[in-house]
Every structure is written in structure tokens, then in C-alpha cells.
């Protein structure tokens, strides 16, 4: 089959024929219809986030048609629409038996630790599969294992409630969910704080309030929105101090700051004024769990959150394709999500 892969660090992703990979007793073989190209995918090619062992194939967001399953598997059967769950994990340890199994000291990221989606097949556990209704196309389906989950997670981890405000920084593809799912949790106000005027208009289009950080300070213009109060969620999804900051100064007393941008730098904050003055909370959010895709499936079939904005090109199953959407991703960090479709 052919498999578009990460060879050597820093290198163009080179297409290879590689055989279709064996399926366990308790795995199942998909036929990938879409594999989203992630930013992340960006990180892993240029050697920022290790990749190994290599070669590999590239691809964390999949979505395609059972095409085997294992002698022990009942789950789904061949002819079943699925999207992966991108973790594939013990299924034993103390994390993974108490649902939180991102801590799994085994896990293996696919198209990072394991052979992802930039190919025609793709082998998993068949436990990784999460259906995937005739109403969402595979490429919304790929996308949703990734930018949506993050976001969901994100969210959930900040115990948003009816009736509440919230901002979100960063109208990226997280931003995008984040926005939508906030709504659909009963906030009454959610602000979008970006600097990129067209991503804005998304956001708008999306339900959100937007704020320009380019035009006005973003923090002094949430208080003024809101009366002075402030928002009682915050999240941060792009990782950088400032921002995280940002999303700390402009909660209301006992509100909840969730940091889920990758950053490395030193968060500073004022600890009275910023945080045990306020009583507020800082949160931090990584990845997802698998129990959270059906339910952002379910919500994707019924429309509540709309990504058909979001996925907007398509490439095939070819190196040079993937190589130059990864480029375009590293230099303009565009919105576009961009999914091969073999
Ligand atoms: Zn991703
Ligand atoms: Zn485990």
C-alpha cells in the first residue's frame, strides 16, 4: 500500500509501498477515507517533538471503513464508518481503569509512537474505533479526533455551566469548537480573542463576540464587555505567556482559567490580585479522553458543532501535497484545515 512517511528529521515526508499492516486477534484493519493534516504533524517533521522509531507514517486524525477485524473483535464489523481515537493505550494500568487513560504510561500516540493515517490502511485495536454516522463526512470525522476533542476536553475540564460567560483565546481550529461547544453549554457570552481579523469574522459567523487584541487590549475590553465583572471561563489555546496571562486577568471572582496552549515559558502571575484574591482557578488541559468522542460525534451529528467551515481543502495521498501543506502550515500557521483523502 502506500504510506506517505517521516524518514529522517527535518526532511520532506517521502511516499513508500509498504505492505498493508497484519491485523491482531483484537485489531481491526480501516480503509482510510480522510487523515487530517495537523499542526502537530508540523512539530514532529521538524524534529521539535521526536518522532520514533523512524520511518514513520504521519497522521493522528483518521477517519475511514472497517475493511477486516480480528477473530476476537465484536465491536464493529467490516462496511463500518469509524474514526480513531489517536491514543492507543494499555487498557490495564491504573489510569487507564479509572478513565483517565492519557496518563497511560504504554500509550502510543498513532502517526507519532505508531503507524498513523497518511496511508491507505491503517491497523488499531478495534476498542480505538468510535462510529461515525452517515451524516458527518470523514473528513469532519478526522478532524474531530483532534482540534475538537482538545477543545471538548478543554471545556469539560473547566466546568462551564448555563447561564456563564466565557472567552476563548485563540480562534484557531480549537477555537473554532471551543466557540461552538461553549454556546451549546448554555454560556451566555462567549468572546473570541484573536488578532487575525479573518479568523474573527469565523468566530462571529460561529456565535462569538470578537476582540481584536491588535486594536484593543484584550483584558480591559472583556471587563468593559462585561460590566467589569470579568468571565468566569477562560481558555488558552495558542501557548504563549502573554496570552495565558490574559486569560488569568480577565476572569471574574471564582472564575476558571484553562491553559491547553503547548508553551514552555514561565506563566507570572500577580498570586493576590490574579488568583487567591478572586478565589479563581488555574486549569490545565492535555489531549482528551476516548469517552469524550461519542458525545462530540453525537453533537457534530446534530449540527451543534458545525466544522464544515473549518475543513476546507482536500490533497491526495501524495508527499508532495502533504510536504507543501505542512510548509504552508510552519510559515503562515493558516486556519485552513487541510485533509488528505486517498
Ligand atoms: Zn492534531
Ligand atoms: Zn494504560
Not at 500577580?270 to 462530540?296: C, W
Not at 510536504?323 to 486517498?342: M, W, Y
Request: net charge neutral; charged share 20%; with cysteine.
Amino acid at each position: 500500500m502506500k504510506a506517505v512517511r517521516m524518514i529522517q528529521v527535518g526532511q520532506p515526508l517521502q511516499l513508500q509501498e509498504i505492505p498493508v499492516p497484519a491485523v491482531g486477534d483484537s485489531d481491526i484493519l480501516v480503509r482510510v477515507r480522510a487523515a487530517g493534516i495537523c499542526h502537530s504533524d508540523v512539530h514532529y517533521r521538524a524534529g521539535k517533538s521526536p518522532v520514533r522509531p523512524l520511518p514513520m507514517t504521519l497522521g493522528h486524525e483518521v477517519a475511514g471503513v472497517v475493511e477486516q477485524v480480528g477473530r476476537d473483535v465484536t465491536r464493529v464489523k467490516a462496511g463500518d464508518r469509524v474514526c480513531l481515537h489517536y491514543n492507543i493505550t494499555c487498557g490495564e494500568c491504573y489510569y487507564c481503569s479509572t478513565g483517565n487513560e492519557q496518563f497511560c504510561g504504554k500509550g502510543l500516540m498513532l502517526g507519532h509512537y505508531a503507524n498513523g493515517g497518511y496511508a491507505e490502511y491503517i491497523a488499531v485495536p478495534a476498542r480505538n474505533a468510535v462510529a461515525l454516522p452517515d451524516e458527518i463526512r470523514f473528513e469532519e470525522g478526522a478532524t474531530l479526533m483532534c482540534a475538537s476533542a482538545t477543545a471538548f476536553h478543554a471545556l469539560r475540564k473547566s466546568r462551564l455551566k448555563a447561564g456563564e460567560t466565557a472567552a476563548v483565546f485563540g480562534a484557531g481550529g480549537l477555537g473554532m469548537s471551543a466557540i461552538q461547544l461553549a454556546r451549546a453549554c448554555g454560556a451566555l457570552d462567549v468572546f473570541a480573542v484573536d488578532i487575525n481579523e479573518e479568523k474573527l469574522q469565523l468566530a462571529t459567523y460561529y456565535g462569538a463576540i470578537p476582540v481584536n487584541a491588535r486594536q484593543v487590549a484584550p483584558v480591559a475590553e472583556i471587563r468593559r464587555l462585561t460590566n467589569g465583572k470579568g468571565v468566569d471561563v477562560a481558555l488558552e489555546l495558542i501557548g504563549l505567556p502573554q496570552t495565558m496571562r490574559q486569560t488569568v486577568q480577565c476572569l471574574g471572582v471564582m472564575g476558571r482559567a484553562v491553559i491547553a496552549g503547548i508553551g514552555d515559558r514561565p506563566l507570572e502571575i500577580d498570586t493576590y490580585r490574579e488568583l487567591l484574591g478572586n478565589e479563581v482557578e488555574i486549569i490545565g488541559s492535555n489531549d482528551h479522553l476516548f469517552q469524550e468522542l461519542p458525545v462530540l460525534i453525537e453533537l457534530a451529528r446534530r449540527k451543534v458543532l458545525d466544522t464544515s467551515r473549518i475543513v476546507t481543502r482536500v490533497v491526495p495521498l501524495e508527499a508532495d501535497a502533504i510536504n507543501r501543506t505542512l510548509d504552508a502550515l510552519e510559515q503562515f500557521g493558516s486556519d485552513v484545515r487541510t485533509v488528505i483523502v486517498p
